[in-house]
């Protein structure tokens, strides 16, 4: 689990963007 809201809603962020890439 994260530390705090905002270092998961990053990692999430990070997350989607190397998926989104993937798919493209």
Do not use: P
């Amino acid at each position: 689990m994260y530390a705090n809201e905002t270092t998961a809603a990053s990692s999430d962020e990070v997350h989607t963007g190397e998926a989104n890439e993937k798919l493209e």
